[in-house]
């Protein structure tokens, strides 16, 4: 399932939001990753912040500039725990093949 079908435009289909411009992250997930560049390196990732781990990151500005340890932090998340699992989200690459 794509994030547009989960009801709300996804806000990284353009990699920049004001002046931040994020590029895809194209090796594994690190803690200190941020968040929309592993949903722009990772399209399953948006699927499963939002149904695994109840994170509507695709459609929140603060995933441009926070870190994927930060926001498992707010939300009272295991950082570990989202980092092992959006390692395990397909690169788009390997999506798309």
């Known amino acids: 399932m794509e994030s ?5 435009p996804c806000l990284l289909r353009s990699a920049r939001l004001g002046g931040v411009r994020v590029k895809p992250e194209r090796g594994p997930v ?3 990753t941020l ?3 592993v949903m722009l390196g ?3 990732a948006e699927q499963v912040l939002q149904e695994e781990f109840g994170l509507p990151c695709f459609r ?3 995933s441009f500039v926070e ?3 930060a926001g498992a932090r707010l939300h009272g998340l295991d950082p570990q725990a989202l980092v ?3 390692n395990r989200c397909p690169l788009a690459e390997e999506a798309a093949g």
């Not at 547009?4 to 709300?8: E, K, N, P």
Request: with cysteine; hydrophobic share 35%.
């Open 42 to 44: 990772r399209p399953q």
């Open 30 to 32: 690190q803690p200190d």
């Open 84 to 86: 092992d699992r959006l």
């Open 60 to 62: 929140c500005p603060v």
């Open 4 to 8: 547009q079908a989960l009801g709300s």
């Open 67 to 69: 870190t994927v340890s």
């Open 35 to 37: 968040l929309a560049a």
